[in-house]
């Protein structure tokens, strides 16, 4: 009895990493569309630049992957004032989603130029390298350490949105950026910030998600999609609680759910969304924008 | 194809005050009305002047515009659509099992595919309908890809990845439409009854409503209109537009497959509406027409050796620039010119 | 915005720019070509050759290593073919059929090319072959073909049958594999047709699959499949084998897919049931370092070609091969240098001014390629009847490699294509 439980405990458990690394990722996102109110449509893409940082600079250390993580860091930062900056002059969101649209294109077509267009698979840490088995089943020693990695990491984000001055602010800007204004915020720089640390955050992911998710071409576009699952069912903003929940529905649905009804594996996430829609208040709906 | 120029009235001149549509109106009537019929002129006589390559690409981009101004329609509500590529499908597949049952006739496939994708429309209105704004944009993104899902896995209706092959498209019986040119003169002259309808449509009662929702919804609610209604007929008129669009796929392709409504085509409609939008400083079908034609010319043409994305991306990257940098050019020139006035 | 007075001089003048903007591309590519309306094909003495290569999306490798092929065949033949000067137009494949059918248009259309080539994927095939048949232009494709196509007048195929190679190790897997087989591929055209050729042979020689019941959305598939193009993670569906209690694993992925199903492989523990697959799994740039790597080592598959094939044409090949490219030939090389071989003795055999009927009549008389992977004929389905090989990945001196380690059956006769898919 306990020998057939194993298989699923271990599809859970894959589950449970894939939506932690989908949190990262979204939680990035809908801090951008929480803060800017812009649908960051080259997202993917930078989860995509991360990735294939990682396949560069990790060399099959800890030291080489704690290298491509600050590396990502700093990219990020620099990449996401600068989106800051070309959104700046641009007054509609039409004209914003749409630069955004370009960045991505061009992200694509040179991640293309520059690998070749191969689905890469960087090296894992020796120290995390292979798998412990149960029963039989397999799970790779890293994505147990992701696991581990991610709880504190969400954790700790719930702990700044909520408790520091730092989140106070922000949310403030999310919520009413009029008054966060009137009471001498610079939402300008609130915002810069957001965009930053939102690009930072789907960077991180794609440094230390690469052996999970690899990158290749079409893989922005996919984990586009993925992260605007988790904002559509969490909300955007800064509701971190919300969003974990989503995400890791998201990686269970993604695990479970494919090996129980493999014939809705490709459907299964468009369904629960617009039935989540269906069933949610037309206010609700609204206010999450 | 620049008919749709001739007669639409932009948005930007219907929603100004009369006095001053009329002076700005005045002042570039002529100019614009030439350039209009030098465009329609060139449009009707391309096949003369070019070759078939040309003449497939431009009834490839006729396609686009037509799924460019079904998004843009709903931009003029301020609902940004990612998703129009579901009803294109729809109205592709529909005209395609019409073909397949032996009804080659154009213009019986063309009122089938459109019917067919207004009703699919309708009935995803109200679920999409319940949000506005960027998760409006995100919704409808997830609409393409559960659209995109079913045409690659309900193989019994669409043939799965390969997608369905049809027989060309008849005018008049016995007669196939195989020749380059005269699928692009069908394509035109179902642009220009497009560009007449959206014309009407453009000046009619509904997209003053789907303006009003836009600009204050509350304020259009508390005066008696339902928004999901008007908002409903808008969606269920732009799905009828992508639908046309569709028709006009199975004409040029003899073929309608997933790739047709992949994440790829979908983006092109969306920056095409957006582009046009960024051209003219408010959603216009001029505006998304221009840029539907720009992004074929670009990606497909200049671009076919695998730097299409770039030129795409580049395209993106630029437009949305142009407006705000005249503006200020001007506004420039305008203080300069100050004292001496 | 709308009452600003200084903002209407330059919203008209955009407008005005839009339309110009309408107009200028249109000139502009008017250029090319005469009117849409006579269209006369050319005959000249050089010859053109449409390459379509993917140069963007999943199959860009596979389009480096064929235009690789190709090109080598040209250089070190004087960029002559059957004596003929020749131009090769490359356009790009990209990632679907819309994309690869747009190539395929600029080519026949603009380009007015002679000879078609290429494609890596199969699913565009079948959307090119009416328009190359219609235009009597012959298609030389250098990718899988799908079972669909029925006309095949005008294609012909340097490559492969889809259904072919899960055909030709069917029988080796029935014999040596003491126990159930499972059966794992993506859910298209491409995988039905791989994984179909495979299960009907192997079923036909007594094997036995072990894969449970309603273990696929398709009922007509005896395989368990995976979400194509995307899945997002093959564990849920690996974590099924054990307890299926398959002795042997059968699968067919190629690109992106196969480096993330051999780790994934690795990572649940299977690596004590032996994995065999279609050789795509570990072809060409699959084995390198930051791919699959050493996760592949000891992986067999079955392929037409692999570097390591007995005979000279083969060392000669490699050695022209290695002269100018760093990497291991493989058969993604091979299809399109075979290409580029046929097109020399068919165009030499098409008369003073060949034309895409002369030269495809002429492709029906050639009786031998002297290929790489050993001599080969065209089949009544205008596709190679060749040997396929058993191969395994092992270290060949530092780097990884496909080493062959036997000969499989000749003469595979595929069996039809279900009715139904």
């Given at each position: 009895m306990?020998?057939?439980?194993?298989?699923?405990a271990?599809?859970?458990l894959?589950?449970?990493?894939?939506?932690?690394?989908?949190?990262?990722?979204?939680?990035?996102?809908?801090?951008?569309?929480?803060v800017?109110n812009?649908?960051?449509?080259?997202?993917?893409?930078?989860?995509?630049a991360?990735?294939?940082?990682?396949?560069?600079?990790?060399?099959?250390?800890?030291?080489?992957?704690?290298v491509?993580?600050?590396?990502?860091i700093?990219?990020?930062?620099?990449?996401g004032?600068?989106l800051?900056?070309?959104?700046?002059p641009?007054?509609?969101?039409?004209?914003?989603?749409?630069?955004?649209?370009?960045?991505g294109?061009?992200?694509?077509?040179?991640f293309?130029r520059?690998?070749?267009?191969?689905?890469?698979?960087p090296?894992?840490?020796?120290?995390?390298?292979?798998?412990?088995?149960?029963?039989?089943?397999?799970?790779?020693?890293?994505?147990?350490?992701?696991?581990?990695?991610a709880?504190?990491?969400?954790?700790?984000?719930?702990?700044?949105?909520?408790?520091?001055?730092?989140?106070?602010?922000?949310r403030?800007?999310?919520?009413?950026?009029?008054?966060?204004?009137?009471?001498?915020?610079?939402?300008?720089?609130?915002?810069?910030i957001?965009?930053?640390?939102?690009?930072?955050?789907?960077?991180?992911?794609?440094?230390?998600g690469?052996?999970?998710?690899?990158?290749?071409?079409?893989v922005?576009?996919?984990v586009?999609t993925?992260?605007?699952?988790?904002?559509?069912l969490g909300?955007a903003?800064?509701?971190?609680?919300?969003?974990?929940?989503s995400?890791?529905l998201?990686?269970?649905?993604?695990?479970?759910?494919?090996?129980?009804?493999?014939?809705?594996?490709s459907?299964?996430?468009?369904?629960?969304?617009?039935?989540?829609?269906?069933?949610?208040?037309?206010?609700?709906?609204?206010?999450?924008? | 194809?620049?008919?749709?120029?001739?007669?639409?009235?932009d948005?930007?001149?219907?929603?100004?005050?009369?006095?001053?549509q009329?002076a700005?109106?005045n002042?570039?009537?002529?100019?614009?009305?030439?350039?209009?019929?030098?465009?329609?002129?060139?449009?009707v006589?391309?096949?003369a002047?070019t070759g078939?390559?040309?003449v497939?690409?431009?009834?490839?981009?006729?396609?686009?515009a037509?799924?460019?101004?079904?998004?843009?329609?709903?931009?003029?509500?301020?609902?940004?659509?990612?998703?129009?590529?579901?009803?294109?499908?729809v109205?592709?597949?529909?005209?395609?099992?019409?073909a397949?049952?032996g009804l080659?006739?154009?213009?019986?496939?063309?009122s089938?595919?459109?019917?067919?994708?207004?009703?699919?429309?309708?009935?995803?209105?109200?679920?999409?309908l319940?949000?506005?704004?960027?998760?409006?944009l995100?919704?409808?993104?997830?609409?393409q890809?559960?659209?995109?899902?079913v045409?690659?896995?309900?193989t019994?209706?669409?043939?799965?990845?390969?997608?369905?092959?049809?027989?060309?498209?008849?005018?008049?019986?016995?007669h196939?439409?195989?020749?380059?040119?005269?699928?692009?003169?069908?394509?035109l002259?179902?642009?220009?009854?497009?560009g007449?309808?959206i014309?009407w449509?453009?000046r009619s009662?509904?997209?003053?409503?789907?303006?009003g929702?836009?600009?204050?919804e509350?304020?259009m609610?508390?005066?008696?209109?339902?928004p999901t209604i008007?908002?409903g007929?808008?969606?269920?008129?732009?799905?009828?537009i992508a639908?046309?669009?569709g028709?006009?796929?199975?004409?040029?392709?003899?073929?309608?497959?997933?790739?047709?409504?992949?994440?790829?085509?979908?983006?092109?409609?969306?920056?095409?509406?957006?582009?046009?939008?960024?051209?003219?400083?408010?959603?216009?079908?001029t505006?998304?027409?221009?840029?539907?034609i720009?992004?074929?010319?670009?990606?497909?043409?200049?671009?076919?050796?695998?730097?299409?994305?770039?030129?795409?991306g580049?395209?993106c990257?630029?437009?949305?620039?142009?407006?705000?940098?005249?503006?200020?050019?001007?506004?420039?020139?305008?203080?300069?010119?100050?004292?001496t006035a | 915005m709308?009452s600003?007075?200084?903002?209407?001089?330059p919203?008209a003048?955009?407008k005005?720019?839009?339309?110009a903007?309408?107009?200028?591309p249109?000139?502009?590519?008017?250029?090319?070509?005469?009117?849409?309306l006579d269209?006369?094909?050319?005959?000249?003495s050089?010859?053109?050759?449409?390459?379509?290569?993917?140069q963007?999306?999943?199959?860009?490798?596979?389009g480096t290593?064929?235009?690789n092929?190709?090109?080598?065949?040209?250089?070190?033949?004087?960029?002559?073919?059957g004596?003929?000067?020749?131009?090769?137009?490359?356009?790009?494949?990209?990632?679907?059929?819309?994309?690869?059918?747009?190539?395929?248009?600029?080519?026949?259309?603009s380009d007015?090319?002679?000879?078609?080539?290429?494609?890596?994927?199969?699913?565009?095939?079948?959307k090119?072959a009416?328009?190359?048949?219609?235009?009597?232009i012959?298609?030389?494709?250098?990718?899988?073909?799908?079972?669909?196509i029925?006309?095949?007048?005008?294609?012909?195929?340097t490559?492969?049958?889809?259904?072919?190679?899960?055909?030709?190790?069917?029988?080796?897997?029935?014999?040596t594999?003491?126990?159930p087989?499972y059966?794992?591929?993506?859910?298209?055209?491409?995988?039905?047709?791989?994984m179909?050729?495979?299960?009907?042979?192997?079923?036909?020689?007594?094997g036995?699959?072990?894969?449970?019941?309603?273990?696929?959305?398709?009922?007509?598939?005896?395989?368990?499949?995976?979400?194509?193009?995307v899945?997002?993670?093959?564990?849920?569906?690996?974590n099924k084998?054990r307890?299926s209690?398959?002795k042997?694993?059968?699968?067919?992925?190629?690109?992106?897919?196969?480096?993330?199903?051999?780790h994934?492989y690795?990572?649940?523990?299977?690596s004590?049931?032996?994995?065999?697959?279609?050789?795509?799994?570990?072809?060409?740039?699959?084995?390198?370092p930051?791919?699959?790597?050493?996760?592949?080592?000891?992986?067999?598959?079955?392929?037409?070609?692999?570097?390591?094939v007995p005979?000279?044409?083969n060392?000669d090949?490699?050695?022209?091969f290695?002269a100018?490219?760093?990497?291991?030939?493989?058969?993604?090389?091979?299809?399109a240098?075979?290409a580029a071989a046929?097109?020399?003795?068919a165009?030499?055999?098409?008369?003073?001014?060949?034309?895409g009927?002369?030269?495809?009549?002429?492709?029906?008389?050639?009786?031998?390629?002297?290929?790489?992977?050993?001599?080969?004929?065209?089949?009544?389905?205008?596709?190679?009847?060749?040997?396929?090989?058993?191969?395994?990945?092992?270290?060949d001196g530092?780097?990884l490699?496909?080493?062959?380690?036997?000969n499989?059956?000749?003469?595979?006769?595929?069996?039809a294509?279900?009715?139904?898919?």
């Open positions: 306990v020998s057939d439980l194993v298989p699923w271990v599809t859970a894959g589950g449970v990493a894939y939506g932690l690394l989908l949190f990262v990722v979204a939680d990035g996102l809908a801090l951008i569309v929480g800017m812009v649908m960051n449509l080259a997202h993917g893409a930078s989860y995509l991360g990735a294939y940082l990682a396949c560069w600079l990790a060399d099959g250390t800890l030291t080489g992957l704690a491509a993580v600050l590396a990502g700093a990219a990020a930062a620099i990449a004032a600068g800051s900056v070309l959104l700046k641009l007054a509609g969101h039409t004209e914003q989603a749409a630069v955004t649209l370009g960045i294109f061009i992200a694509s077509w040179a293309t520059l690998t070749g267009g191969n689905t890469l698979s090296p894992r840490p020796a120290i995390l390298d292979g798998h412990l088995s149960f029963a039989g089943h397999g799970y790779p020693v890293y994505d147990l350490t992701f696991i581990v990695l709880i504190p990491l969400a954790a700790g984000m719930y702990l700044i949105v909520r408790r520091s001055m730092a989140g106070i602010r922000l403030a800007a999310v919520d009413d950026p009029l008054m966060a204004a009137a009471q001498g915020l610079s939402v300008a720089r609130i915002r810069t957001a965009l930053a640390t939102g690009t930072m955050l789907a960077v991180t992911a794609g440094v230390l690469a052996p999970v998710i690899g990158p290749g071409p079409g922005d576009s996919h586009l993925l992260s605007l699952i988790v904002v559509i909300g903003g800064t509701n971190i609680r919300a969003l974990l929940t995400a890791l998201v990686g269970m649905v993604e695990n479970i759910g494919v090996a129980t009804v493999p014939a809705l594996a459907f299964s996430l468009f369904l629960i969304v617009i039935a989540v829609l269906v069933v949610r208040g037309h206010r609700q709906a609204v206010s999450a924008a | 194809m620049s008919t749709v120029t001739a007669i639409t009235p948005a930007i001149n219907a929603a100004r005050p009369p006095l001053l009329r700005s109106a002042r570039w009537r002529r100019p614009r009305q030439g350039v209009a019929v030098a465009a329609a002129g060139l449009a006589v391309l096949p002047i078939r390559y040309v497939t690409l431009a009834a490839t981009a006729i396609i686009l037509l799924l460019a101004m079904s998004t843009q329609l709903l931009a003029v509500a301020a609902l940004p659509s990612f998703g129009q590529t579901a009803f294109l499908a109205g592709a597949y529909t005209a395609a099992h019409l397949d049952a080659t006739d154009g213009l019986l496939q063309l089938g595919a459109t019917l067919a994708a207004a009703l699919a429309g309708a009935a995803v209105a109200p679920v999409v319940r949000t506005r704004g960027t998760t409006f995100m919704v409808t993104i997830m609409i890809g559960l659209a995109a899902a045409a690659l896995h309900w019994s209706v669409t043939g799965g990845d390969e997608g369905v092959d049809t027989p060309p498209v008849t005018l008049w019986p016995g196939p439409l195989t020749e380059a040119a005269y699928q692009y003169w069908y394509a002259a179902v642009l220009a009854a497009c007449a309808g014309g449509l453009m009662r509904l997209v003053l409503v789907l303006r929702h836009a600009g204050h509350p304020r609610a508390a005066l008696g209109h339902h008007g908002l007929l808008g969606y269920t008129a732009a799905a009828a639908g046309a669009g028709a006009l796929l199975i004409v040029v392709n003899q073929h309608a497959g997933p790739a047709d409504l992949g994440f790829g085509t979908a983006a092109a409609g969306f920056a095409a509406a957006a582009l046009g939008t960024c051209l003219t400083g408010t959603p216009t079908m505006g998304a027409l221009t840029a539907a720009a992004i074929i010319a670009l990606r497909d043409a200049t671009g076919s050796n695998g730097t299409g994305p770039l030129y795409l580049l395209l990257l630029t437009v949305p620039y142009l407006r705000p940098t005249v503006l200020r050019l001007h506004r420039h020139w305008a203080r300069r010119s100050e004292p | 709308t600003h007075p200084t903002l209407r001089i919203v003048r955009l005005r720019m839009g339309a903007l309408t107009v200028v249109l000139l502009a590519l008017s250029g090319c070509g005469g009117s849409s269209d006369t094909p050319n005959a000249d050089t010859i053109t050759i449409g390459a379509i290569w993917a963007s999306g999943n199959y860009t490798p596979l290593d064929m235009a092929g190709f090109n080598l065949y040209l250089t070190t033949h004087g960029n002559k073919l004596g003929h000067p020749v131009v090769v137009k490359t356009a790009d494949e990209g990632d679907t059929d819309d994309t690869a059918l747009a190539a395929a248009r600029k080519l026949l259309d007015r090319v002679d000879v078609l080539v290429g494609t890596a994927s199969a699913v565009p095939t079948v090119i009416p328009k190359a048949t219609t235009l009597k012959p298609f030389i494709g250098t990718g899988g073909r799908p079972s669909t029925k006309d095949v007048s005008y294609i012909w195929h490559s492969w049958l889809s259904r072919e190679t899960g055909a030709a190790i069917a029988p080796y897997l029935a014999q594999v003491k126990g087989v059966a794992i591929g993506p859910a298209y055209t491409g995988g039905y047709d791989q179909g050729g495979f299960i009907d042979a192997f079923r036909k020689v007594g036995k699959l072990a894969n449970a019941e309603g273990d696929n959305p398709n009922p007509d598939a005896a395989f368990a499949t995976t979400p194509y193009p899945t997002p993670d093959f564990k849920p569906y690996l084998i307890a209690g398959a042997a694993v059968y699968t067919f992925y190629a690109g992106g897919p196969a480096t993330k199903f051999v994934a690795r990572d649940a523990g299977l004590d049931i032996p994995l065999y697959g279609a050789g795509f799994l570990t072809e060409g740039s699959q084995l390198n930051d791919q699959e790597g050493d996760a592949a080592t000891g992986i067999q598959t079955v392929l037409n070609y692999a570097a390591t005979g000279q044409d060392a090949f490699v050695q022209t290695q100018k490219y760093p990497t291991i030939p493989n058969l993604y090389n091979v299809t240098w075979d046929l097109l020399d003795q165009i030499a055999k098409a008369g003073p001014h060949p034309t009927e002369t030269i495809n009549a002429a492709i029906g008389t050639i009786t031998q390629i002297n290929s790489p992977r050993g001599t080969w004929h065209f089949n009544a389905q205008h596709a190679p009847e060749q040997q396929y090989f058993l191969r395994e990945v092992r270290k530092r780097v490699s496909n080493v062959v380690i036997r499989l059956t000749t003469n595979i006769a595929v069996s294509p279900p009715a139904a898919k």
